[in-house]
């Protein structure tokens, strides 16, 4: 069983900066596509940025384009997600989660396979 491990969430000022990290257990990043998605209360999940496993392309929704940055370091099983000019409306919980494999879509959260519990990231003067 694949276990995920989200770290890095905190409390920031707005335009402050962020870097959640995705730890993977027992299986090796290499299998996977990487996503990362946020909650907000009483909103739906959203998907908001995907690393491809075939070839590290990289997608961001509009909402963090320019501002958000993911990467993965296989030598450290690791996936990050870089968070710039964060703002109050990035307050929520983010995930991240894997697939095996890479789809048309990368934002739909049944699509993926393995998720972690969640970290809080609070944007706030």
């Known amino acids: 069983q694949v276990r995920l491990e989200e770290s890095g969430g905190d409390l920031v000022q707005p335009g402050g900066s962020l870097t959640l990290s995705c730890a993977v257990f027992?299986?090796?990043?290499?299998?996977?596509?990487i996503g990362w998605f946020r909650q907000a209360p009483g909103k739906d999940r959203e998907g908001i940025s995907y690393?491809?496993?075939?070839?590290?392309?990289?997608y961001y929704a509009d909402s963090v384009k320019g501002r958000f940055t993911i990467s993965r370091d296989r030598a450290k099983n690791t996936g990050y997600l870089q968070m710039t000019n964060l703002e109050p409306s990035d307050t929520a919980v983010y995930y991240c989660?894997?697939?095996?494999?890479?789809?048309?879509?990368?934002?739909?959260?049944?699509?993926?396979?393995?998720w972690g519990q969640g970290t809080q990231v609070t944007v706030s003067s």
């Open positions: 690393i491809r496993r075939s070839d590290g392309s990289t």
């Open positions: 027992d299986s090796l990043l290499d299998y996977y596509g």
């Open positions: 989660a894997t697939r095996f494999y890479d789809e048309a879509t990368w934002n739909e959260a049944d699509e993926y396979d393995y």
